[in-house]
């Protein structure tokens, strides 16, 4: 048995925090709240900030001022500001605000495709084929996630085989990446190796990205299987904040803190300063007046 860990010198962090994590939050937070967060954001060498979503306002009302955020975003050039776009409206707004790059979002999972976006998996495909070709006119790139990939809240166990085939489908879109989504969290680390096993017998490593919700704290444990298979694109949020509104007790996204704690610890560079994050962290916890659930962050503040 060998005990040395065989895994990437660097990782791409995708802050999802303004967008993943504020889509859920009880307490709305303002433009300029929204705003001052990716700028702080901005500062600490993330370069991929998720800064917010074009969607339906009655459905996901926390993300109806995204067009005002990315307005008045000061904006770094080296860094890619990008946006949900569930389908051609979504896209012409993101493309207005000047995102630089669009995500469309399907899942593995028919139950959670009707009750997220309101169709199934297969009609979702068709909205999101102009969106790809709008994007690819405008010189945009265009990443694609897959929800429910170890398991969904509606019909439970998800069979690897379906995130496969939605992967390979959007990749043969023109996605340049596919973000797997735990949504509600409940991977675990011989879950997460089977379902690698698979996409990796079809997918390089270095076109997929996790995306782990932390609700049963396998999150990290599932990104260090990610990493152990050559994956080194990962999506966490600060503060651990939010959820998904059409995922019942989905807690937020693996905290961006503990992610960069732990990679920066095992020498995996990232490009990313942890301690102006903390500090992001326990301020944008202050304004939503709720408890930090960075455990890295935690310890720091105390
Ligand atoms: P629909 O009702 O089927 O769409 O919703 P529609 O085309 O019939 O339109 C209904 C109304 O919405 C119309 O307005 C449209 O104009 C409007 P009305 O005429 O009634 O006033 N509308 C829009 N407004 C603004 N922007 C748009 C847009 N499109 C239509 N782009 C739709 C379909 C997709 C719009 C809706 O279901 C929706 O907005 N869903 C979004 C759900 C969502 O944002 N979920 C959270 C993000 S996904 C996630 O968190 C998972 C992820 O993190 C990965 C993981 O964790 O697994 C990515
Ligand atoms: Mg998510």
Redesign the pocket.
């Known amino acids: 048995m060998s005990f040395i860990l065989d895994v990437p010198s660097t990782a791409s962090i995708v802050e999802?925090g303004p967008r993943?994590g504020l889509?859920n939050e009880k307490t709305p937070l303002t433009v300029e709240d929204k705003v001052a967060l990716i700028d702080a954001l901005s500062s600490t060498g993330l370069k991929r900030i998720e800064a917010g979503?074009?969607?339906?306002?009655?459905?996901?009302p926390q993300?109806a001022n995204s067009d005002q955020v990315l307005d008045q975003i000061t904006r770094k050039n080296d860094v890619i500001y990008s946006a949900?776009?569930?389908?051609m409206?979504?896209f012409e707004?993101a493309l207005a605000a000047n995102a630089n790059e669009v995500?469309i979002?399907g899942a593995a999972s028919e139950s959670f495709s009707q009750k997220?976006?309101?169709?199934s998996i297969d009609e979702s495909l068709q909205r999101f084929t102009p969106v790809i070709e709008a994007a690819k006119a405008a010189g945009i790139k265009v990443r694609g996630?897959v929800?429910?990939v170890l398991g969904c809240p509606y019909e439970g166990e998800i069979a690897p085989q379906a995130v496969l085939d939605v992967s390979e489908t959007l990749l043969s879109m023109g996605c340049y990446e596919i973000?797997i989504?735990?949504?509600i969290g409940v991977g675990t680390p011989k879950k997460t190796a089977q379902l690698l096993n698979l996409l990796l017998s079809r997918i390089s490593a270095q076109r997929i990205a996790m995306?782990m919700?932390d609700t049963y704290g396998q999150a990290l444990a599932n990104v260090l299987v990610g990493l152990q298979n050559g994956i080194s694109s990962f999506d966490s949020s600060v503060a651990g904040l939010g959820g998904?509104?059409?995922a019942k007790g989905a807690s937020g996204n693996l905290a961006s803190e503990d992610l960069i704690y732990m990679l920066a610890n095992m020498d995996i560079d990232t490009g990313v300063d942890f301690q102006k994050l903390v500090h992001i962290g326990n301020d944008i916890s202050a304004k939503l007046q709720r408890a930090n659930a960075s455990k890295s962050g935690t310890a720091l503040s105390n």
């Not at 979503?53 to 996901?60: A, E, G, I, M, R």
């Not at 949900?84 to 389908?87: A, F």
């Open positions: 999802v993943d889509q979503s074009f969607v339906s306002p009655q459905w996901v993300m949900l776009t569930p389908n409206r979504g707004g995500a979002f997220n976006i309101n169709c996630y929800s429910c973000s989504g735990d949504t995306h919700h998904c509104p059409y």
